[in-house]
C-alpha cells in the first residue's frame, strides 16, 4: 500500500509498479506545482522491487524533512569548469592560473567524467591515492587526438594543492544544493614535507655580502636580506613606499609576470592582501637613499629615454623594472661562489628571519614584518631557530642561578 505522508498532503506518496521492460518503477510527488496547480511527480527505478522499495522510503523521507535533493547529471568535470568560469571572478591571476593547473592536469583526467552526485570518499580516497604512485592519463595531443601520458607519482604537497582546489569548488556545490556534503573532508592525505630553508648565517653572511660588493644588483640584495621582502615585493618596490622621515616601509603591493598567458608584469595584491608597515634598519634606509640619488643621477643621463613612470627603486639603467630570471641568476653564482649552491632568492627572506630571531626580535615583531597571516605561522616555520633561542634563554638563566 503507499506510503502516505505525515506532512503538507500529499507530498512524499509513493507508488511502486513493474514496467513492461522489466524494471521496477516507483512514482512519488514532491508537492504541487504553485503556477500549474498540478502535483509534481517523480520517478526512481531499479531492477527489483526491494531495490525500488529502498529507494523510495530513502526519497520520501528526505522529502517529509524538507531535504529531499533531486539528482543532477553534472559531472565533477563539468561542475569544475562552471565553478572556474563563473565563481573565481574575485581571485588573483595567478591563482586563478593554479585553480586551472589542477583541474585541467589532474582533476579532470582523474575523476572528471564521475557524476557529482556519485563522487564518493572511498571513490576519491582511491583518486588521491593512486597519484602518490606513476599514473597514466589521456590527454589530447596537438593534432586534437587523445594520447597516454606516463606521469610521475605527485609529492605530498602537489596531492595537498589539488585536495585544496576540489574542496573549494565542492564547497560552492554544496551550497547551490547540488550535493549534499563535501567528501574532501573524509579524505585522508599523506603528510607534506616542509620545504627545505637554506639561509645565509654565521660567517657566510660577510661572504656574501662580500660577494656581491660592486655587483649592479648589490642593493637589492642587500635590502632583501634585512627586510625579509618577498621577490615580487622587492621587485615591486616604489618610492611612494619609502617614508624616509619616519624610517619606515610600506608594503602593499607585488610586482609578478601573468603566467596564464606568459604575459606582462604588472602589479598584483599581496599573497594574503595583507598590507604591512615596519621600521627598518639605519643601514638599510641609507642604502635606499644611496639608490635615490644614483637613480636621479641615470635619470638626467637618459634624459627622454626614461621609462620609470611607476617610481621603482630598483631599475636598469634606463629606469626599467627588474625581471626575476635576471636577478635570481646573479644571485645563484654568488651563493655558488662562497659555497652554498642550494641556497635560492627566496632564501633572502628566510634570512632576514632567522637573524631577526637570533638577534632576540619578538616573534610577533617579525611575523608583521613578513607578512604573515598569524604568528602561530611563524613559528611553525622557523620553530628549529626559536628552539635554539629557548635553550640559550634556558642558558642564561641556568647561569644567573648558579651565580647567586
Known amino acids: 500500500m503507499p506510503r502516505k505522508s505525515n506532512t503538507r498532503g500529499a507530498q512524499g506518496d509513493g507508488t511502486i509498479r513493474k514496467r513492461k521492460d522489466g524494471r521496477w518503477e516507483a512514482r512519488f510527488t514532491l508537492g504541487v506545482d504553485p503556477g500549474s496547480g498540478k502535483q509534481l511527480q517523480k520517478s526512481v527505478y531499479g531492477k527489483s522491487q526491494d531495490e525500488v522499495r529502498k529507494k523510495l522510503k530513502e526519497i520520501t523521507t528526505d522529502v517529509d524533512r524538507g531535504i529531499y535533493m533531486e539528482p543532477t547529471k553534472m559531472t565533477v568535470g563539468q561542475w569544475l569548469d562552471i565553478w572556474i568560469a563563473e565563481y573565481n ?8 592560473h593554479q585553480y586551472q593547473y589542477q583541474i585541467n592536469t589532474h582533476l579532470k583526467p582523474g575523476i572528471g567524467m564521475v557524476k557529482l ?12 591515492n593512486s597519484r602518490s604512485k606513476p599514473f597514466v592519463i589521456t590527454q589530447l595531443s596537438k593534432s586534437g587526438k587523445p594520447i597516454k601520458v606516463k606521469k610521475n607519482g605527485l609529492s605530498a604537497k602537489s596531492i595537498h594543492n589539488m585536495h585544496s582546489v576540489l574542496h573549494e569548488a565542492l564547497v560552492k556545490a554544496m551550497k547551490l544544493g547540488y550535493i549534499r556534503v563535501n567528501v574532501c573532508d573524509a579524505i585522508t592525505l599523506p603528510r607534506a614535507q616542509k620545504v627545505d630553508m637554506h639561509p645565509i648565517t654565521g660567517a657566510n653572511v660577510k661572504k656574501f655580502l662580500a660577494a656581491i660588493k660592486g655587483d649592479p644588483y648589490e642593493d637589492l640584495y642587500y635590502v632583501t636580506m634585512f627586510t625579509g621582502l618577498r621577490e615580487g615585493e622587492v621587485l615591486g618596490l616604489t618610492w611612494d613606499c619609502i617614508d624616509f622621515g619616519k624610517s619606515t616601509m610600506k608594503i602593499y603591493r607585488q610586482l609578478q609576470r601573468d603566467r596564464h598567458r606568459n604575459g606582462p608584469y604588472k602589479f598584483t595584491p599581496l599573497k594574503n592582501s595583507k598590507t604591512r608597515s615596519f621600521m627598518i634598519p639605519d643601514n638599510v634606509k641609507a642604502v635606499l637613499l644611496k639608490v635615490k640619488r644614483e637613480q636621479a643621477e641615470k635619470r638626467l643621463q637618459c634624459g627622454s629615454r626614461w621609462e620609470n613612470d611607476e617610481g621603482y627603486v630598483f631599475t636598469n639603467d634606463s629606469g626599467h623594472f627588474l625581471m626575476y630570471s635576471t636577478v635570481y641568476a646573479r644571485f645563484k653564482q654568488y651563493v655558488k661562489r662562497i659555497g652554498i649552491p642550494e641556497t635560492r632568492f627566496h632564501d633572502l627572506r628566510h634570512t632576514y628571519a632567522t637573524l631577526a630571531l637570533q638577534q632576540g626580535v619578538d616573534v610577533k615583531t617579525v611575523s608583521e614584518n613578513l607578512g604573515h597571516a598569524t604568528v602561530a605561522f611563524t613559528l611553525d616555520v622557523y620553530g628549529h631557530v626559536t628552539e635554539e633561542m629557548q635553550k640559550k634563554s634556558a642558558s642564561l638563566m641556568q647561569a644567573y642561578l648558579e651565580a647567586l
Open 89 to 96: 571572478s574575485d581571485i588573483k591571476d595567478t591563482t586563478k
Open 117 to 128: 552526485q556519485e563522487l564518493t570518499a572511498v571513490v576519491l580516497q582511491k583518486f588521491i
